[in-house]
């Protein structure tokens, strides 16, 4: 396991990182209703719930920058797309109260900013989720939108402008529906290209249909995403373990691979070899919600700052392991939860 003197190193580290983070930002909107409260609605006779509080969040892309902000990460910079809208404008005022850069977080009057809505009921004093409801753009990006997403990177990354040299460029890739999302093919070979053409800036993609089609990206499937992949390219139909699940993928993308298995931890697959970050075990009551996405930040914060595989391994279970301790939110690990944590 990481040491605590390890640790401080890394956080240490941490403050002087830059991170450009592109993806699908979605807006977190929750509407916390009180069943005491209800009414029965005079014109539908349905019951009407009564809200008693509203609270909103960055989600997906933005979880992750939650996360990245809670370890202390120096800068972080949103790539995305936003609508011209009231949750477009939550949205960003709540990446700038933690400092984020929102310059690259283009706002289009014709679209949607991706919102998941979450009604929760209050239930003994706990909240409860309800259905979500879910406001996506389910029309393929313009090639003007394309084209904006990679020029802004491409000046990033190249330092045009005053632009610092990213350490770490994160890929989130939320919308299932094909290039209806900010990464859509054309972007994903764009960030494809950009990887191999800066090796000394970290890329590492995360995505929940598509992950088997970046190239030259660090990867971070979980165990089904992973099988997927090798299915769809003819590989053998069964694996005896999760490290010859991790070690086939890294070998078929040529590149490091964490592959995430729940509760038995991390495997990480460089070279045709792979070593096991066992998870953080805890026996009382978890929530996994936005676990996957703390790994990512202490992951991708670690070999950011020239730590090893295993040991960014070891980071991102200890984020996970402090988050979903966290009932009933979309939590985050700081610097001081995690060396509670390990001790």
Not at 103 to 110: C, G, H, I, T, V
Not at 231 to 241: I, L, V
Not at 272 to 296: L, P, Q
Request: contains cysteine; negative net charge.
């Amino acid at each position: 396991m990481l040491t605590k003197e390890r640790l401080s190193e890394l956080f240490h580290k941490i403050r002087d990182l830059s991170v450009i983070m592109v993806g699908d930002f979605f807006l977190d909107k929750y509407f916390v209703t009180d069943p005491r409260l209800s009414e029965i609605s005079v014109e539908t006779g349905l019951e009407a719930r009564q809200v008693i509080e509203i609270r909103c969040s960055p989600g997906a892309a933005g979880t992750v920058v939650n996360n990245l902000y809670a370890l202390g990460v120096g800068e972080i910079r949103a790539v995305g797309i936003a609508g011209d809208d009231g949750e477009g404008y939550e949205l960003d005022a709540r990446l700038r109260e933690m400092g984020v850069n929102t310059d690259s977080l283009l706002r289009y009057p014709f679209v949607h900013t991706p919102t998941y809505m979450k009604p929760m009921r209050v239930v003994n004093g706990a909240e409860v989720e309800m259905e979500r409801l879910d406001v996506k753009n389910r029309a393929p990006l313009t090639e003007q939108m394309e084209q904006q997403i990679i020029a802004l990177l491409n000046e990033q990354l190249s330092g045009r402008h005053g632009w610092r040299t990213p350490n770490a460029v994160v890929i989130s890739d939320q919308v299932e529906e094909r290039n209806c999302g900010v990464i859509s093919d054309r972007v994903r070979e764009a960030l494809s290209d950009m990887a191999r053409k800066y090796p000394n800036t970290i890329f590492f993609a995360d995505s929940r249909r598509r992950i088997g089609e970046f190239n030259n990206i660090i990867l971070k499937p979980n165990r089904s995403e992973a099988i997927k992949v090798l299915k769809s390219e003819g590989a053998r139909d069964a694996y005896d373990s999760d490290k010859d699940i991790s070690i086939a993928i890294s070998s078929l993308k040529s590149t490091p691979v964490f592959l995430t298995s729940g509760e038995n931890g991390i495997w990480v697959a460089v070279n045709g070899k792979a070593s096991h970050a066992k998870a953080i075990r805890y026996e009382g009551m978890i929530d996994i919600c936005g676990a996957g996405d703390s790994a990512t930040s202490g992951i991708v914060s670690a070999l950011a700052s020239g730590f090893s595989p295993i040991e960014a391994a070891e980071m991102g279970n200890l984020c996970a392991g402090v988050t979903i301790r966290k009932l009933g939110t979309t939590g985050t690990a700081s610097e001081e939860e995690i060396l509670s944590l390990l001790d």
